[in-house]
């Protein structure tokens, strides 16, 4: 486990997202800094106080650590007809790049980094503002088509793509994230979400196309790890997203449990404070390194 850090008390405070919808965020800063300042983009329906221990961590380190919920996740909550007209698109159309916008308005002799859980790292080509961006750290993102997954597992991804989530936001108006251990997501998010997991360009528009507005501004450099016990992220899934982004310099590890000194890691393992500090170690050596 990390050990514990002297660190200032983190601030809540409300970011506008590009459209004015208020985003709760969290800044955390360490008691020194070390110039550079990350941007936690979380995972779908996860909401950012999961970040806590890895944020604090990195103020520790001497990072500026921003943890945000986007719209109608966490503390995000918005009135029921916003709620009801939310894609998984404006995440990262409109949430991601108000983030951007206003980390770099506060701290702005800082440099950049964003780290991105699955869908965070998804979607950084919908930001309008994404050549800011100097480092990617990227924990188990992936490209959402269901063909990527092992026979078996993508064939009852496909169940859910295909028939139980169009069938629980008939029913209910929303999938319900909560029996499976995350939020709830609107029926509109989730609509979006699983016809882009049915389509095999992943991030698509209302045809189908690719959705790629900005990816070629993402010149970051990239670090993706991925983990063998990962049914949400499996190896080839993760190796396919990096080919959205065409102009960043790209690497991809792949790592089993036993290789970081843990028994299970899977999809959300990383982030917990269980974490051996050097894994946590070597990911702030990286970021450090942003220039």
């Not at 850090?5 to 970011?15: G, W, Y």
């Not at 990262?92 to 790049?97: H, I, K, R, S, Y």
């Not at 190796?239 to 970081?260: G, K």
Request: glycine share 8%; proline share 7%.
């Amino acid at each position: 486990m990390p050990a514990p850090v002297a660190t200032a008390s983190p601030e809540v405070v409300r970011i506008p997202a590009r459209d004015g919808l208020p985003l709760a965020a969290t800044v955390y800063q360490g008691l020194q800094d070390n110039g550079v300042v990350v941007q936690i983009n979380p995972a779908t329906a996860v909401p950012r106080r999961y970040y806590d221990a890895f944020a604090r961590f990195l103020a520790g380190r001497g990072f500026t650590v921003v943890t945000y919920d986007y719209r109608t996740m966490g503390d995000s909550v918005v009135d029921a007809s916003l709620r009801n007209q939310a894609r998984f698109q404006d995440w990262g159309e409109l949430d991601t790049p108000a983030v951007l916008d206003w980390v770099t308005a506060r701290f702005p002799s800082h440099r950049l980094a964003v780290v991105g859980h699955s869908a965070g790292g998804q979607m950084l080509g919908l930001a309008e503002n994404a050549s800011r961006i100097q480092s990617v750290l990227l924990i188990g993102s992936q490209h959402g088509w269901w063909r990527h997954w092992p026979l078996r597992q993508g064939l009852a991804l496909a169940a859910i793509w295909y028939v139980a989530l169009p069938a629980s936001v008939a029913l209910l108006g929303y999938f319900p994230g909560r029996a499976v251990g995350s939020e709830d997501l609107p029926g509109g998010i989730a609509k979006q979400w699983a016809r882009w997991c049915r389509n095999r360009h992943y991030v698509s528009d209302d045809n189908g196309a690719p959705l790629r507005p900005y990816n070629d501004r993402v010149r970051a450099r990239i670090r993706l790890y991925s983990f063998s016990d990962d049914a949400i992220a499996p190896e080839a899934a993760a190796r396919a997203l990096l080919d959205y982004y065409p102009n960043a310099t790209r690497e991809h590890l792949h790592r089993t449990p036993a290789e970081l000194g843990m028994k299970r890691i899977g999809h959300f393992g990383w982030f917990r404070s269980s974490m051996p500090e050097v894994v946590w170690v070597e990911a702030a050596d990286w970021l450090e390194q942003t220039k």
